[in-house]
């Protein structure tokens, strides 16, 4: 269940607080007493920017934002500091806190109060045992702040019910999540957001020559989908759509090309997180009303060693026509994108940008910090996405995309191959998806961020819906 956000015009007594206050402000007069008050003020001074008070019928909790820091940096700091917030209530088992905004910027208090929903997110579908005894109690976080507006907070529980939405696709295992119900997963959410899905089932991706899609699929037992999503309302500022792309390998066995199981094939159910991202992207879009036409596309299958399999070896035939010499199984998502990217030239778009786990280089190149992109996107629409990455930090790392990379995916026997070799991993594959374009384009590798391993503040652990909070503000801030 998602923690809502709401606003508050007073506080009660009995009301658990989060004070949120600049460097020099004081703390209101009547919150605590003399005693606590000294308290803050001797923690302050020992360089602590966070204060927590058990009056015993409710609890107050201090933060003192750090104005050393850059806007992005600062706002950080908040959702950071929310998640910690929001872990303490839910230990003391809170169910409402009121944020009181005494500070004088205008970002803060919803910074904070995201971080706190978002750290709130549980995945306990699984769970036969203890399900309810482990649920977080808060459920209710209101905000008083002369900066925050209704049309803010909308717009924030449309943003964090979609991370939920994202999230909770990428944590499905896939004895559930199958191609198939991935599909109807995405019509799901377009009935509850308001947009329009059509999934495209085998036949029509045969009829369709999407080589790519359906040479990945030859080792399944489970059918490929190809989900088609769109948003447009009559009052979207953009004749030509954007373009959204996701790969959904709903499991990645490595193919032929096996993966080893330990820190690998085991986690490969989260290889359709640029699928979920883009449905998750769908959602809030659609969800809080934004005055943009969205196109959201996502070829999905698993990828298995089944007695049909692909090849290395093979040469397969895309939907564009062009040839690709197969020389890993494992490189498959890049196939299953190019037949989409080759698909979006019907809308004539205004940009597309596809979202794919599609190499370990882009994770081992910025970790789980960053999403590395590339692309030919113009600099100014770039600049646009790094802001968005700064604000809601999923920071951008972009890689060069010299043309001297082309060299290394060129094939003795096809137009193409599907690895380029041991290095520059991440743009070999960029450079392989660029063969299927021919509009303004942006590649995002999710590798590192999509999936933790172990917690990180309000990211969680396992699926983080990584991305969708980036194309949300990008979105948001155009027009």
Known sequence: MQTTIQLASAFKGSDSLILLLDDNASIP?????????????????????????????????????DSSKKDYAMLETCRRTGDGFAAALNKQKINRVVI??????????????????????????????GKKEEQVSLKEIAIKSRFVHEKEITRLNCLVDAVYQTRTLVNEPQNWLTATRL???????????????EVLTKGKIKALKMGGILAVNRGSIEPPTFTVMEYNP?????????????????YDTGGLSLKPTPNSMDYMKCDMAGGALVGGTMYAIAKAKL????????????????????????????????????????AEGRLVLADALHYAKKYKP?????????????????????????????DDVKGNLKESGERVYERLAEFPFWDEYDELIKSDIADMKNIGGPVAGAITAGKFLQRYIDYPWMHFDIAGPAYLHAPSSYRGKNGTGYGVRLMFDFFSNLG
């Open 234 to 250: 009559k009052n979207a500022f953009n004749k030509k759509p954007y373009v959204l792309v996701g790969k959904g390998v709903v």
């Open 100 to 129: 009181s905004d005494q500070a004088a910027h205008p970002g803060a208090a919803l910074a904070l109060a995201e971080g706190m929903a978002l750290g709130n997110y549980q995945f306990l579908k699984y769970r036969s045992k």
């Open 183 to 197: 599909g109807s997963e995405f019509a799901r959410l377009g009935k509850e957001a308001g947009f329009k899905v």
């Open 291 to 330: 005055p943009v036409h969205v196109i959201g596309l996502v070829p999905a299958t698993d990828n298995r060693p089944g007695g049909d399999a692909y090849t290395p070896g093979d040469v397969i035939t895309m939907m564009s026509g062009q040839t690709v010499e197969v020389l890993n199984t494992d």
């Open 29 to 65: 007069k009547g919150i605590l007493s003399n005693t606590e008050n000294n308290f803050v003020k001797s923690e302050w001074n020992a360089g602590r920017k966070t204060v927590t008070i058990n009056q015993y019928k409710r609890f107050v909790m201090v933060c003192r934002l």
């Open 350 to 378: 205004q940009l597309v940008m596809d979202f794919a786990t599609l190499t370990g280089a882009a994770a081992v190149a910025v970790g789980s910090f960053g999403i590395v992109c590339m692309g030919t996107a113009p």
